[in-house]
């Protein structure tokens, strides 16, 4: 349930705080003043982020809401099972989020970073071009993970799939 989820978070994000208030300390002074300069560079980042975030939190409603106008409940099924389809795709983004990005980010030598950054590139467009050519030679497999109630969508399987590709 909703609470379920709710209640969950918030006792992993109250576990969160007290293990990084024990470790920051050390790390830094949380009397600290505030660096002015620093602040108006997070604020200016956060503002030329802020429209990308606000379009990524209503995506999902509105694209529901064009379908609920123009199709029926049928056609709002089918992009529903489409898109779980497409958040099985979303885990390579989490691996490159949390594993590989952070890596990444430690690259100190210019030579090493042009180096990771087109083997990271490359491996990604591998992995995209796998799970595409998948879509194509495969569509009915994937479409079983839905059910026989979405076996009839196998042409929109590659543009969802495509889709989530481009999307991580």
């Not at 024990?22 to 830094?28: F, Q, V």
């Not at 009397?31 to 503002?47: G, M, Q, W, Y």
């Amino acid at each position: 349930t909703t609470l379920t989820a709710l209640v969950s978070n918030l006792i992993g994000s109250l576990v969160q705080a007290r293990i990084l208030r024990k470790w920051m300390p050390p790390l830094a002074d949380p009397e600290a003043p505030v660096n002015t300069e620093d602040k108006r560079f997070l604020i200016t980042l956060i503002k030329r982020q802020l429209p990308s975030s606000i379009y990524y939190c209503i995506y999902g409603q509105i694209s529901i809401f064009l379908i609920s106008l123009t199709g029926n409940v049928s056609n709002l099924a089918d992009v529903a099972a489409l898109s779980a389809l497409a958040r099985l795709f979303a885990v390579i983004g989490s691996v490159m989020n949390t594993i590989i990005y952070p890596r990444f980010a430690q690259i100190q030598q210019a030579s090493l970073l042009w180096r990771r950054y087109l083997q990271i590139i490359s491996l990604f467009l591998v992995i995209g071009l796998f799970m595409c050519a998948f879509a194509i030679f495969f569509p009915r497999q994937l479409l079983y993970l839905l059910g026989n109630k979405y076996a009839h969508l196998e042409s929109e399987v590659l543009l969802m799939v495509a889709g989530s590709v481009l999307g991580v």
